[in-house]
């Protein structure tokens, strides 16, 4: 666990859930400005149900949510975009009826003028440079791939210091795979951003996050550094039966 006075985020025991379905009991941990952090588990270990606890998207029962130094009770998503925090859930979520442009302009939208958006738009561009390339094509029409790349981008226009991802390899084939995770390593050394990063592609993961933290039944059976899991085989198959 990283020290309390080094943390971007914490997150005390929290317990959140669906209705009267309790998912999450009892989770805590803490990430590092600048650290990649890596969130994995079996399906329906409540993953997810921490990231949008994280963001606002589900109330947290009990418990709480620190973001730089401040509780997140009662935070909205907007304004934690303003604050610097984004969040890509799974699936490749684009706007498909609307152009590669037009889906960057919708994630600047909170921005105050349209020279801001397009300082936004362009810094996203810059990242990713194959975007340029197809701004007039409509978002339904990439390659899965090309999408999960928009929705990285989408997250970018904002400048964020601290990026959630869901599953950021569903859906892809195992070359966009490395490709998109290298793309979330890059964000992160060129760009300083803080990520925590739920995937399944464990392996894959393990290779550009500095430390993990496993779910099981709603609670964190594992935290250490990448390095331990990555170099002892049998530890990490221990870690997620």
């Known amino acids: 666990m990283v020290d309390a006075h080094e943390r971007l985020l914490e997150v005390r025991s929290v317990v959140a859930g669906y209705g009267n379905k309790q998912v999450l009991n009892g989770v805590s941990l803490g990430i590092a400005p600048g650290e990649i952090v890596a969130l994995i588990g079996h399906n329906g270990a409540g993953k997810s149900t921490l990231l949008k ?5 589900l109330p947290v029962w009990r418990g709480q949510v620190t973001y730089d130094g401040q509780p997140l009770d009662s935070a ?11 969040y890509v859930p799974q699936g490749n979520r684009v706007f498909t009826d609307l152009t590669v442009r037009e889906n960057l302009e919708v994630g600047g939208v909170t921005l ?8 936004g738009i362009d810094r996203a561009l810059t990242m990713f440079p194959a975007l340029k390339e197809r701004l007039h094509q409509y978002a339904g029409t990439l390659s899965g791939g090309e999408k999960q790349m928009l ?9 964020p210091r601290f990026l959630l991802l869901d599953e950021p390899s569903l859906g892809l084939s195992p070359s966009l795979v490395t490709e998109a995770l290298d793309q ?16 399944q592609k464990i392996r894959e993961v393990l290779q550009i996050c ?9 609670r964190v059976s594992y935290d250490g550094p990448s390095q331990t899991l990555r170099d002892e085989p049998e530890r990490l198959r221990q870690v997620f039966l």
Do not use: W
């Not at 934690?80 to 984004?86: I, N, Q």
């Not at 105050?112 to 300082?119: G, I, L, V």
């Not at 500095?210 to 709603?218: A, D, I, P, S, T």
């Open 151 to 159: 929705a990285l981008a989408n997250s970018l226009v904002l400048s």
């Open 112 to 119: 105050p003028d349209k020279q801001k958006r397009k300082e």
């Open 184 to 199: 979330i390593r890059e964000l992160n050394s060129k760009n300083g951003v803080t990520v925590l990063v739920v995937e």
């Open 53 to 57: 606890s994280v963001f606002g998207l």
């Open 76 to 86: 909205k998503p907007r304004d934690l975009l303003r604050r610097g925090m984004a």
């Open 210 to 218: 500095h430390r993990v933290y496993c779910l099981k039944l709603g």
